[in-house]
């Protein structure tokens, strides 16, 4: 059985205000994702093994140790947290340290995500493209059915969430964003955030798409999809 010394990490931020609403946070970058979307913002935490870079578990724990009374809560960041069984135990130790639990996830293990949902305060979803769309971003056949499971399972949960969109100009469109709020609707999600895509790297340019401009968009889509707002990139 996985223990929280398993987990991989390949990355800590001490200090966020932006990844966790409401907290001030730390983020723990996880190793290893299965997708591989074509805009990936983090390729170097995509490989699940790496030789070199890597966080040992008691290093993360006492950093957080350290930051307790400075921040309140921490972040599980990817890659894809949701990769590793070792999330559960580490989640869960991490909360009884007294911190807020967030997890950005992909979507990509929902037995996984039901497993450790009653340990969670909020979770960032993303939703990449139409679900029946998904591998010609994620390059991962059946990756649009596990997302769209994953929703349905934090939909019903009562943790809070907000759902995230990334445009990438070559793929999301206004026809796909458009899918995208119908195939969404019937969850009601309290947010969905469409965010404008970067280059990689932490200094990555915001590349450019013309859905942001268009105002007649932005009322069609929240026509469908109420809690819908463009993220811009800054
Ligand atoms: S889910 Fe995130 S980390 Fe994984 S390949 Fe896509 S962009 Fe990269």
Redesign the pocket.
């Known amino acids: 059985m996985a223990e929280a010394a398993d987990l991989r990490v390949g990355g800590v931020q001490p200090f966020t205000s932006l990844d966790f609403p409401g907290r001030l946070a730390a983020v723990i970058f996880t190793q290893g994702?299965?997708?591989?979307?074509g805009?990936?913002?983090?390729?170097d935490?995509?490989a699940a093994r790496r030789r070199t870079g890597l966080i040992p578990w008691a290093d993360v724990e006492a950093h957080l140790h350290a930051r307790r009374g400075l921040i309140d809560g921490v972040a599980f960041s990817?890659?894809?947290p949701l990769a590793q069984a070792a999330l559960i135990p580490a989640i869960r130790q991490v909360r009884g340290m007294g911190f807020a639990i967030a997890l950005h996830s992909?979507g990509?293990a929902p037995a996984r995500l039901a497993a450790v949902l009653d340990d969670l305060d909020w979770v960032g979803l993303?939703i990449?493209a139409p679900f029946d769309a998904y591998e010609d971003v994620?390059g991962v056949a059946g990756s649009g059915d596990k997302a769209r499971a994953s929703l349905a399972l934090l939909a019903a949960s009562g943790v809070d969430y907000e759902l995230r969109t990334?445009v990438w100009p070559d793929r999301i469109g206004a026809a796909e964003l458009r899918a995208i709020a119908r195939q969404i609707a019937p969850y009601a999600p309290p947010r969905w955030a469409v965010q404008e895509m970067r280059t990689p790297g932490a200094n990555g340019r915001a590349v450019a798409s013309p859905v942001f401009a268009s105002a007649a968009l932005w009322d069609e889509l929240r026509a469908i999809t109420p809690h819908c707002e463009p993220r811009r990139a800054h």
């Open positions: 994702c299965p997708l591989r979307c805009y990936c913002h983090n390729p935490l995509i990817g890659g894809e992909a990509t993303d990449k994620t990334t």
